[in-house]
């Protein structure tokens, strides 16, 4: 059973950096697509970024040059590094992971979903 778990979430003030991390078990992280989303208050789940196997990503308009995805392939973890936090990327923050290889910012194309962590970022 594939399982994935969020973790590193927290509150930062404006400017600030978190890294998120998402430990998958039961699904090995470096054969599928992985893709982080959250969902602000009040919002819709949005997409925030994808790494393929292949280690390309992208990334959405609003946090290109803040966020980047890597993945220790060892630790079985995909990890969200996010820096110059803005009040505006206050959310709960969901790993997902797909049964394909391609990169897609669509939810419904991803079957397997963590709990979430909670960022909140303070002006």
């Known amino acids: 059973q594939v399982q994935l778990v969020e973790s590193g979430g927290g509150l930062v003030q404006a400017g600030g950096s978190l890294r998120l991390s998402c430990a998958a078990s039961g699904r090995t992280v470096s054969r599928y697509t992985t893709a982080w989303f959250r969902q602000a208050p009040g919002k819709e789940r949005e997409f925030a970024g994808v790494v393929t196997p292949t280690g390309y990503t992208r990334y959405e308009d609003s946090v290109k040059g803040r966020f980047s995805i890597s993945r220790d392939n060892a630790k079985n973890t995909v990890y969200l590094q996010m820096n110059s936090l803005k009040p505006e990327d206050t959310a709960v923050y969901y790993c997902?992971?797909?049964?394909?290889?391609?990169?897609?910012?669509?939810?419904?194309?991803?079957?397997?979903w963590g709990q979430g962590t909670q960022v909140t970022v303070s002006s």
């Open positions: 997902a992971g797909a049964d394909f290889y391609y990169a897609s910012s669509r939810e419904s194309d991803y079957n397997h």
